[in-house]
Structures are given as C-alpha cells and as structure tokens.
C-alpha cells in the first residue's frame, strides 16, 4: 500500500500564490511519476503537472509558465507551486503516485484551491 499525504490547499484572490506539498507515506514500493490533477463538480480528473523520478517534467497548456513541479526523491515529497492563479484554476487538486512494482498508481485525499475573482 502506497499513502499520499496532501497539504497546501486553500482560498486566494487572482494574482496570488499557493504551494502545494504532497509526501508518500509508509511505503516499500519505488516510486515513479508522481503528479497533480485537478477536479472540478462533473468533470474528470484533469493532469495539471507531472515529473519522473529522473525529472522530467510536464505540464497542461493552462498552466504552463505559472505552475512549476519539483520533487525530493529522497522522501518521496512532490510541490506544486501556483502563481499568478486565475479563477479557473480553483478545484480539487489531486496527488498521485505510480508505483510500478503494482502496475499501478495511488491518489491522495485532494486538497482545495479556490481562486476569487
């Protein structure tokens, strides 16, 4: 079993700034790509940033230049750090963690972002 633990999440105007930290938790399992995805009410889980366990990075067209992913392997910590947030940023951010050793992945609990106008 993989445990991701999401923090950071939160309510800020356009323009502003938030920092998202997600940490494995008690896990035995190498960890590869680990990302975030966004969910808003009747839509599906959206990719927002992705990046490999050597690095390399992805990001959704909406984000790019704004957003930027980066990660502690050593502790299995990934960040999402969100500037200049627009209103259609807000949504249920989710963590995920593929782990290859099951052929599969986990998700986080999702934190919260809500960006005012």
């Known amino acids: 079993q993989v445990q991701l633990q999401e923090s950071g999440g939160g309510l800020v105007q356009a323009g502003g700034s938030l920092r998202l930290s997600c940490a494995v938790l008690r896990t035995i399992y190498s960890i590869d790509s680990m990302g975030w995805y966004r969910q808003t009410p009747g839509k599906q889980r959206d990719m927002v940033a992705t990046i490999t366990s050597g690095g390399s990075k992805n990001y959704a067209d909406s984000v790019k230049g704004r957003f930027t992913i980066s990660r502690v392997n050593a502790n299995n910590t990934v960040y999402l750090q969100m500037s200049s947030l627009k209103p259609e940023d807000t949504g249920v951010y989710f963590c995920?963690?593929?782990?290859?050793?099951?052929?599969?992945?986990?998700w986080g609990q999702g934190t919260q972002v809500s960006v005012s106008t």
């Open positions: 995920r963690a593929v782990v290859p050793a099951v052929s599969g992945y986990y």
